[in-house]
């Protein structure tokens, strides 16, 4: 359990999530879509609460971000969510469309809530129908007590996933004691263009939707926005946050005095939800991080850590151990970022191998042996100002092939 709260500390807690806030339940079940694996769960709140939310940048949306689009623009509240894995309900067009309603309408019905009051998303194969009977058959089972647990939500979220994702904060505003809890999935087809993955965030503070959904772009542009593992970006994907107001502290706004209190959480929740999608992606072994200082610009140190950090010469040096600095600097000189060569320094952790536009001195056994680490860290000084930024990735091996090419199979 999370330890005493005191003032305007943030504490953090691995063990509980999505149901730590007040007001909250979770839960899943296997209905048919998969085999055997869950495939089927739901995040409902005691109340209506208010919602924002980022979505893929994909043209080819698929019918549940439309739905669920469409009910938030309402009146940007939302009472539960209800996601199905194994089925991406992608490019199935009008049938597609219907079965997204039909999945909103079922599940509005078991909670006896307006239709727009439920969020609806699904992750999986792309241009399959749904099993509707199974679905509907486990739409109207799914509330039962005995699937109500979160650790079936998490696992009936993913896909290729090798680990469910969640993380839980909680501090105090107006001395009452908010949380915030989050759970994601994401292992593949994840790439720095929001959304990347399906993110699940609640809260019970009380907050305005403008505000809410200011925080979450904010937030959104340098923890989901800066992680990639192969350069798609899915038709599927969105993040949501959920605030029901629960923990009835004063309306949280921009100028509310602890309001960077409730955004240093937010930020907590999301940076740790997008390092474990990058640290598990398809048949990674590594996490890596890339550090990019003395930018002239923020937008130009994320670019840079982008182009880095997506880089499949990059990712491949790094699971092989080779400390091939060169790709790094390419990656470098390719991101559309005016840079003056001569004034780079750049190093694998502490260990540096170019600067002043020339290679450094370096031991490449120690160099070698530091990349057999689990966490590798890249670390780039552009010296032309005061702007930094941090992308996040991991290495691409041989096993990252062996998973998409029998992904339908």
């Excluded at 893929?56 to 509240?77: C, M």
């Excluded at 792309?126 to 650790?151: D, S, V, W």
């Excluded at 002043?356 to 552009?382: A, D, M, R, T």
Aim: net charge negative; glycine share 8%.
């Amino acid at each position: 359990m999370i330890q005493a709260i005191t003032t305007n500390e943030i504490i953090v807690s691995e063990k509980e999530s999505v149901t730590l806030p007040k007001g909250y339940k979770a839960g899943g079940m296997h209905c048919g879509i998969k085999r055997k694996r869950l495939d089927l769960g739901y995040i409902v709140s005691d109340v209506p609460a208010a919602v924002a939310g980022v979505y893929t940048t994909n043209l080819f949306q698929a019918a549940p971000l439309l739905v669920t689009q469409e009910s938030i623009a309402k009146e940007n509240k939302i009472q539960a969510i209800l996601v199905n894995s194994g089925n991406a309900n992608a490019c199935t067009g009008e049938q597609g469309l219907a079965d997204a309603l039909t999945m909103q309408k079922e599940f509005a019905y078991e909670m006896g809530i307006q239709d727009h009051l439920v969020a609806v998303t699904s992750t999986g194969v792309i241009g399959e129908l749904l099993p509707m009977g199974n679905i509907t058959n486990g739409i109207k089972q799914i509330l039962q007590k005995e699937y109500e647990n979160e650790e079936n939500f998490k696992k009936a979220i993913l896909t290729t996933d090798t680990s469910t994702k969640e993380i839980a904060v909680q501090f105090t505003i107006d001395g009452k004691t908010v949380s915030i809890g989050g759970a994601a999935k994401g292992s593949g087809m994840i790439h720095p263009n929001m959304a990347t993955m399906l993110g699940f965030v609640t809260t019970d503070a009380n907050i305005a939707h403008e505000d809410l959904l200011s925080a979450l772009r904010e937030v959104t542009n340098t923890t989901f926005n800066m992680i990639t593992v192969d350069g798609d970006t899915s038709t599927n994907d969105m993040v949501l946050v959920m605030a029901n107001g629960l923990a009835e502290n004063n309306e949280l706004t921009k100028d509310h005095s602890e309001w960077d209190v409730f955004k240093q959480g937010l930020q907590i929740v999301c940076e740790s939800l997008a390092k474990k999608i990058a640290r598990d992606g398809e048949g990674a072994t590594k996490l890596v991080e890339v550090k990019v200082n003395g930018a002239f610009s923020t937008n130009a140190a994320r670019a840079v850590g982008k182009s880095i950090i997506s880089s499949n010469l990059v990712k491949t040096a790094i699971y092989g151990t080779d400390p091939n600095w060169g790709r790094i600097v390419t990656a470098i000189g390719y991101s559309g970022v005016p840079v003056e060569p001569t004034a780079i320094k750049v190093s694998i952790g502490p260990f540096t191998v170019f600067e002043n536009g020339l290679p450094s001195q370096f031991i490449e056994e120690e160099v070698k042996e530091y990349l057999e680490s689990e966490n590798v860290k890249l670390i780039v000084e552009l010296n032309q100002g005061d702007s930094c930024a941090t992308a996040w990735g991991c290495d691409l091996t041989y096993d990252y092939v062996k998973i998409n090419a029998s992904y339908r199979t």
